[in-house]
């Protein structure tokens, strides 16, 4: 039978101990390295399953590829995307592809958890805090690689966040009480924050803000991306940016994150203890933000 739709992928209840998650994800590259990119696109298609609290088990390629185009580098992203499926744990099964005049590539996930352990996108309680586990910022720091102005090292920082599986914050984070989670991709920080908050409003401290240094000064450099100005519009009647926040910083919360890092929502007792263990993994998790009752604005950025 169905079960209740949390994050992007379907849930599929099958018996009393057992539920199916299924997504599906892919889009065209980020980077101009076909293995990196076949890297990142998988990492991102399996995020959804980990967001959801459950393990990925098998995974099957989705392609686009122009016919013209050296096969060789097809087989570079596959190579990129298989490896990070194995790395997940779960089985490459095949796959689907298409001749299209650009490329694209992802992967459509299935996974497996107990029906009473979904974490739903929904959910986020007063007094909880919320819990960022990757840096914001890739959206810009590829924007400015584009016309030549990022740095080496703000673009290194960006491909090993994209290229990290959500997988072993996960892990850790199965360890403590969810009350709501998602994974931070496409509509930015704000927007999924936006998808968790329901009935209640959110307070988020921008100085506790992980994020790539140089994609402040990108973005207040004007390096910003189109699809961030879109994120902005839909969520201008939602959102409260307090008059000492920077537009920069305003540029770093709307930014479309690809393979983005998980934000869950927890019990303010367990929030920094949660911290530290997901610190050992050499991320820069941190709480960023507090659940609060519902206010005339529903997120308040201070």
């Known amino acids: 039978m169905g079960f209740e739709h949390a994050d992007d992928a379907a849930v599929y209840q099958l018996t009393e101990d057992l539920a199916i998650v299924q997504t599906l994800d892919f889009f065209p590259p980020m980077v101009e390295d076909p293995y990196l990119f076949g890297q990142i696109a998988a990492a991102n298609s399996l995020s959804d399953i980990y967001a959801m609290g459950a393990e990925p088990k098998t995974a099957l390629n989705i392609v686009c590829f122009p016919a013209k185009m050296d096969v060789e580098i097809l087989g570079q992203v596959l190579r990129g995307g298989s490896e990070k499926v194995v790395e997940a744990g779960a089985v490459l099964a ?3 592809s298409i001749t299209d005049v650009d490329v694209k590539y992802g992967l459509s996930v299935t996974g497996i958890v107990h029906p009473k352990q979904v974490y739903t996108n929904r959910g986020a309680r007063p007094g909880d805090v919320l819990i960022l586990t990757k840096p914001l910022g890739v959206g810009i720091v590829c924007t400015a690689e584009r016309v030549g102005e990022a740095s080496p090292q703000a673009m290194e920082q960006a491909v090993k966040s994209m ?3 959500n997988k072993y914050a996960a892990e850790i984070i ?3 009480p969810v009350h709501a989670s998602t994974d931070v991709t496409g ?3 704000l927007g999924h924050l936006h998808e968790m908050l329901g009935e209640v409003s959110a307070v988020v401290y921008t100085e506790q803000i992980p994020h790539i240094p140089e994609a402040l000064e990108y973005a207040a450099e004007f390096l910003i991306t189109g699809a961030a100005q879109r994120n902005r519009n839909h969520l201008a009647n939602y959102l409260d940016f307090g008059s000492n926040v920077e537009f920069a910083m305003e540029e770093l919360l709307l930014d479309p994150q690809t393979s983005g890092g998980l934000l869950v929502s927890v019990p303010r007792a367990v929030g920094e203890e949660l911290v530290a263990e997901l610190s050992k993994l050499d991320l820069p998790a941190a709480i960023v933000g507090e659940i609060v009752e519902r206010k ?5 950025v201070r």
């Open 174 to 176: 199965r360890k403590f």
């Open 296 to 300: 005339a604005k529903e997120i308040m």
């Open 94 to 96: 095949g796959g689907h």
């Open 163 to 165: 290229t990290t599986l």
């Open 187 to 189: 509509f930015a920080f």
